[in-house]
């Protein structure tokens, strides 16, 4: 059974939980940085990243924990905050992150009337896909070794690198489970020799 842990410190986990478990994984909830030694994922739900970064600074062994996960092939799914903390820059505000992957966010920067939103973007090929967003970063750079595997109007939404994924929208919270069960299906498929997610 594939072991993929959401991180339980804050923000939406249960409905990851919910979703990882109803495709047949287990899903323990992460709240000690040991717990990754066990995983072969680990969801980064959608919550505040201030927060999660602060909570995270507490225990001084969740950021190596989560480079070494990260260096082994563990694959990271990131929601929202989660991509936030996954990205190589943070603006509006400037802000620290993980950096793993190679892309730029605006935090925020939907502005307030569409702060939260429901309605569909696109999967790459044109088949539609259903995005909730909760005051939603912005993808402002891609890096040429990511891949961007869905769009909202003109804007990355759902993107790729080695085992690493990311979502400014809420796919746990949408009766689609297509983001999720393709997390799985990477999480199963290894890298090909040279194709390393480790910048
Ligand atoms: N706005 C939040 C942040 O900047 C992210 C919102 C979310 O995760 N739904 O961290």
């Given at each position: 059974?594939?072991?993929v842990?959401?991180?339980?410190?804050?923000?939406?986990?249960?409905?990851?939980?919910?979703?990882?478990?109803?495709?047949?994984?287990?899903?323990?909830?992460?709240?000690?940085?040991?717990?990754l030694?066990?995983?072969?994922?680990?969801v980064?739900?959608?919550?505040?990243?201030?927060?999660?970064?602060?909570?995270?600074?507490?225990?001084?062994?969740?950021?190596?924990?989560?480079?070494?996960?990260?260096?082994?092939?563990?694959?990271?799914?990131?929601?929202?905050?989660?991509?936030?903390?996954?990205?190589?820059?943070?603006?509006?505000?400037?802000?620290?992150?993980?950096?793993?992957?190679?892309?730029?966010?605006?935090?925020?920067?939907?502005?307030?009337?569409?702060?939260?939103?429901?309605g569909?973007?696109?999967?790459?090929?044109?088949?539609?896909?259903?995005?909730?967003f909760?005051?939603?970063?912005?993808?402002?750079?891609?890096?040429?070794?990511?891949?961007?595997?869905?769009?909202?109007?003109?804007?990355?939404v759902?993107?790729?690198?080695?085992?690493?994924?990311?979502?400014?929208?809420?796919?746990e919270?949408?009766?689609?489970?297509?983001?999720?069960?393709?997390?799985?299906?990477?999480?199963?498929?290894?890298?090909?020799?040279?194709?390393?997610?480790?910048?």
């Open positions: 059974m594939t072991a842990g959401t991180l339980a410190l804050q923000g939406d986990f249960a409905a990851h939980r919910k979703r990882l478990a109803a495709l047949g994984a287990s899903a323990p909830e992460v709240r000690w940085p040991q717990q030694e066990e995983l072969d994922g680990l980064i739900p959608g919550g505040e990243s201030t927060t999660l970064l602060h909570l995270m600074d507490r225990e001084p062994g969740w950021w190596p924990a989560v480079e070494a996960f990260h260096r082994r092939g563990g694959g990271i799914f990131g929601t929202c905050a989660g991509l936030i903390l996954l990205a190589r820059r943070v603006r509006h505000p400037e802000q620290r992150s993980l950096g793993l992957l190679d892309v730029d966010v605006d935090r925020n920067a939907y502005g307030r009337q569409v702060d939260s939103s429901e569909f973007g696109r999967w790459a090929d044109g088949r539609p896909l259903e995005m909730v909760i005051r939603a970063p912005r993808i402002t750079r891609v890096g040429d070794g990511v891949d961007v595997l869905a769009w909202h109007g003109d804007d990355p759902l993107v790729a690198q080695g085992n690493l994924l990311a979502a400014s929208f809420h796919p919270l949408t009766t689609d489970d297509s983001v999720h069960r393709l997390f799985l299906a990477r999480l199963a498929t290894p890298l090909a020799d040279g194709a390393s997610s480790v910048a």
